[in-house]
């Protein structure tokens, strides 16, 4: 039902069609080339094409590279080949207008796929309150304008020069924190043994006399450094400096990813490759909106632990969850994903804010559950105590 | 010879491989546009067993090879057979042979081993070429990997350049255990390999195993669906499913309602840590199958 052709060729209308199909996918974060393009037309011209199903079957394995895409591709196939043949065809069905609710596209993107019925970005389905997580400003307490801008918790900068520049030196933090730690191995790749197989191959010429010696060194992996960041409400004073602590791991370490939880768990590390600051930490911010709600810590860590530990975690992984423990499921739920996850990598860092405050103790039943399978429980409220980290993760 | 998505699904029928039409589909479209394969999925749905069955459709010959952290261009292309080229030299050199003979001789095809990649790209009928588990090599492999996947040919410094005599059909699969570079991504279809559902994982059980009736297959189905529900630390996968309908049916069992204690003890087919078996109780059993029979 849907090509129109029987016969090979692909007339300009069907090509034109594709283009705005790829242009759609692109938009939702494929990574659609003119290879794919051209292989789709190639689909095109062969009788396959003629089935629905089968030609949804086939273009979803040549626009896919990933498991997510995998999951997203149907819906947006269906909105735009099948939503726009419905509503050509007047069907009372009502699948266009629904496809059209799912899209919630904003109106700069529109132009020429405008009558398409197009999901533009499935995955900000929820724009609900579009305030920026950096215009929460604590109160201002006491922070005297002299005091070194690194020991005043995060909270209590409210002058926007201040704010910007303590935004700058956290994303600079994190920078500093990889060369150093790339260097602090490089010492350490000493150890050396020789090579038979190497030497002989080497010495072959000769005769087999072993004159030229091939060694072999330890390759030590880089430290990968996995962060999940709680964006719950309860932590809307601190995240604006965690995103832009995360964009500079993300920029600066050569393997590191991250994660975003509020009530559910996204993977947010293609967001913070992006070099734009502002276009990173907006796609962000949006994203760290939680729904309300609360903060579900323990469901989020079981997410991770189910479909992303896997991928992202390796021998030298350091994971680092930055939150408040303020969950509100069930604390053994928290504990049992908590166990989990520590079996998986080589440290658990957990960094807390509210350590960062007078008197304060772990008493959240969340945060008890968790305490005993983490490694580093330290404070996060300011710049010092993110740099203080930083020698203990060159140890790991 | 083009063989369309329903003639592929007959032909995978036909040597014991119970697809779905997905998989048709991207085998097809494999074969139409000359492309490389992904698979993903979680360990045990069953990504090898597509490609054996894809080198059983084409009667083709199978390459596998295996990937592991520090795989490199030796393990995966070609190895000199130092051995033998050490001896070589002895004996030539008591001959008196120059220098620039020996070596022009024991750099030679003789000495030459082929390994699996090399394999593949020197067969008179295109092989099927298995990649298995490439997310566990190194970054340095799979950019090798891509490079081979492009051009089907490789420079053997001693021998010069050697090109595809046939261009294989290649399948890679993944576990996720490491996230792949986007630009191998990119060079290949993508399939996600989900645990069959019920009726097509009892379909595969009448299959594989003799002596189990529609009936049992549909039970024993239904349960282990039920039981990848549970909260698993090792979810079963198809290997799994058929290890227990052969003991089911070891057991002489015809129906699992029947034999509830039974199917509790032989469970431990489908459980494969401590944890797991400690978590499905015999309440649980008794719950699920109740459900499910």
């Known amino acids: ?396 | 010879m083009t063989l369309n998505s329903n003639d592929i699904s007959d032909r995978l029928a036909a040597v014991g491989y119970v697809a779905d039409r997905d998989v048709a589909t991207v085998l097809w479209l494999m074969e139409y546009l000359k492309r490389p394969l992904l698979l993903e999925g979680e360990a045990g749905v069953g990504k090898t067993e597509v490609a054996k069955s894809l080198a059983a459709v084409h009667q083709a010959e199978l390459i596998r090879l295996q990937c592991y952290e520090g795989l490199d261009q030796n393990a995966a292309l070609y190895e000199w057979n130092y051995q033998r080229q050490l001896l070589a030299i002895k004996t030539r050199e008591g001959v008196g042979e120059s220098a620039d003979a020996i070596e022009e001789h024991i750099f030679s095809e003789r000495y030459l081993l082929e390994r699996p990649l090399l394999a593949a790209i020197r067969r008179e009928k295109p092989p099927v070429l298995l990649v298995d588990e490439v997310d566990r090599a190194d970054e340095e492999f799979e950019a090798f990997l891509l490079e081979l996947l492009s051009d089907f040919q490789v420079s053997i410094p001693e021998l010069g350049t050697i090109k595809a005599v046939s261009i294989p059909r290649v399948v890679l699969t993944s576990n996720g255990t490491r996230e792949l570079s986007d630009a191998l991504r990119r060079r290949c279809l993508y399939h996600y390999v989900d645990f069959p559902d019920v009726d097509r994982e009892a379909k595969i059980i009448v299959t594989k195993t003799p002596g189990v009736d529609t009936t049992l297959a549909l039970q024993i189905a239904r349960m282990v669906s039920a039981v990848r529900k549970e909260d698993l630390r090792k979810i079963p996968g198809v290997a799994e499913t058929l290890d227990w309908a052969a003991t089911l049916a070891g057991l002489g069992v015809h129906d699992l309602r029947q034999e509830p204690e039974a199917v509790y003890e032989t469970m431990i087919c489908l459980l494969k840590t401590h944890e797991d078996r400690v978590r499905l109780t015999r309440e649980v059993s008794e719950r699920l199958l109740g459900k499910v029979a």
């Open chain 1, 1 to 396: 039902m849907i090509p129109t052709e029987p016969n090979p060729s692909v007339g300009r209308p069907m090509r034109e069609r594709l283009a705005g199909f790829a242009r759609t996918l692109r938009d939702n974060g494929f990574k659609v080339g003119l290879t794919e393009t051209r292989d789709a037309l190639v689909i095109l011209t062969h009788s396959i094409a003629s089935r629905p199903t089968s030609l949804r079957s086939a273009f979803r394995s040549l626009f896919c590279a990933t498991h997510s895409d995998w999951e997203r591709f149907d819906e947006i196939f269906d909105a735009y080949w099948l939503g726009t043949q419905m509503r050509r065809m007047r069907a009372l069905s009502g699948i266009a207008a629904e496809s059209r609710a799912l899209a919630r596209r904003r109106l700069d993107t529109m132009s020429l796929q405008a009558s398409n019925g197009q999901p533009d970005h499935v995955e900000r389905r929820q724009e609900g309150d579009a305030q920026g997580a950096a215009d929460n400003r604590g109160r201002r307490e006491g922070a005297s304008h002299f005091e070194n801008l690194a020991t005043i918790d995060f909270r209590h900068i409210t002058d926007p020069t201040d704010m910007a520049r303590a935004h700058s030196l956290a994303e600079r933090l994190a920078r500093v924190m990889r060369a150093r730690l790339v260097r602090r191995e490089q010492i350490r790749r000493r150890g050396r043994r020789l090579d038979l197989r190497h030497t002989i191959h080497r010495n072959v010429s000769h005769g087999g006399t072993p004159v030229d010696l091939a060694w072999r060194r330890r390759k030590i992996k880089p430290l990968r450094l996995v962060v999940l960041l709680d964006a719950s409400g309860s932590m809307n004073l601190y995240t604006a400096f965690f995103v832009r602590f995360l964009h500079g791991v993300m920029d600066a370490f050569r393997e590191a990813e991250a994660f975003i939880f509020h009530t559910q768990l996204a993977h947010v590390s293609p967001s913070l490759r992006d070099r734009d600051v502002t276009r990173a930490v907006d796609k962000l911010s949006m994203m760290a909106q939680g729904i309300g709600g609360g903060t579900r810590i323990g469901e989020s860590l079981a997410t991770f632990n189910r479909w992303h530990a896997r991928r992202v975690i390796n021998s030298r992984t350091a994971v680092m969850i930055v939150s408040d423990g303020y969950d509100t499921g069930a604390p053994e739920h928290l504990g049992q994903e908590m166990r989990r996850l520590r079996w998986r990598c080589r440290k658990v860092v957990w960094l807390n804010p509210l350590i960062g405050w007078r008197d304060y103790t772990p008493q959240a039943r969340g945060m008890q559950a968790a305490l005993p399978y983490i490694d580093l429980f330290a404070p996060a409220h300011n710049l010092e105590s993110l740099a203080a980290l930083e020698p203990y993760l060159a140890r790991i």
